[in-house]
T-cell receptor, first 113, second 113 residues
Framework: NAGVTQTPKFRILKIGQSMTLQCTQD?????MYWYRQDPGMGLKLIYY???????DKGEVPNGYNVSRSTTEDFPLRLELAAPSQTSVYFC????????????FGPGTRLTVT | QKEVEQNSGPLSVPEGAIASLNCTYS??????FFWYRQYSGKSPELIMF????GDKEDGRFTAQLNKASQYVSLLIRDSQPSDSATYLC?????????????FGRGTQLTVWP
């Protein structure tokens, strides 16, 4: 049971480039989330999904897109990267029965220069 | 906008002391409260939750909740150097915010030997 996995672990992007952060969970969780964490700050919700085919915006969705075609995968797409998107990105998942118990992936450290 | 305020750190206590971490929240609809621990460079993990007024004890950890004052705290008794981490407070409300946690900035705790 790998839990929540994220790739890549680190990435440097140039301004204007695009990329997809991958997230996969093997716990059959319905709920999945994308957060960003800036230095010294809490976690800000970008997007979340309550099941395959259903996604919704969180607090800071601008500049990002998501899709959820399967229960396991929840990729996050960055279009036209900007320096303000430099952050650590965490993917998380939780079951319908214990929504609050979110299991986090190891994170992706992204730098946009 | 749901606000979550935590006592500004860093908090430094000697080994064996009691560490007190505080959190206030703005959303009166919040029903449950979660404490996540995040070691430096790692992802958050759930350590405690509380949903009733009063105290809840789990080993060396005690969560305290006062909904009238919109205040929740986490006490760590007999603090150990291994408790050194950032502690994130996360209220949770049902209804329209089902499945969404709102995280505070966190309080960084250092326990010195």
């Amino acid at each position: 049971n790998a839990g929540v996995t994220q790739t890549p672990k680190f990435r440097i992007l140039k301004i204007g480039q695009s990329m997809t952060l991958q997230c996969t969970q093997d716990m059959n969780h319905n709920y999945m989330y994308w957060y960003r964490q800036d230095p010294g700050m809490g976690l800000k919700l970008i997007y979340y999904s309550v099941g395959a085919g259903i996604t919704d915006k969180g607090e800071v969705p601008n500049g990002y897109n998501v899709s959820r075609s399967t229960t396991e995968d929840f990729p996050l797409r960055l279009e036209l990267a900007a320096p303000s998107q430099t952050s650590v990105y965490f993917c998380a998942s939780s079951s319908r029965d214990r929504i609050y118990e979110q299991y986090f992936g190891p994170g992706t450290r992204l730098t946009v220069t | 906008q749901k606000e979550v305020e935590q006592n500004s750190g860093p908090l430094s206590v000697p080994e064996g002391a009691i560490a007190s971490l505080n959190c206030t929240y703005s959303d009166r609809g919040s029903q449950s409260f979660f404490w996540y621990r995040q070691y430096s460079g790692k992802s958050p993990e759930l350590i405690m939750f509380i949903y009733s007024n009063g105290d809840k004890e789990d080993g060396r950890f005690t969560a305290q909740l006062n909904k009238a004052s919109q205040y929740v705290s986490l006490l760590i008794r007999d603090s150990q150097p291994s408790d050194s981490a950032t502690y994130l407070c996360a209220p949770w409300g049902g209804g329209s915010t089902l499945g969404r946690l709102y995280f505070g900035r966190g309080t960084q705790l250092t326990v010195w030997p």
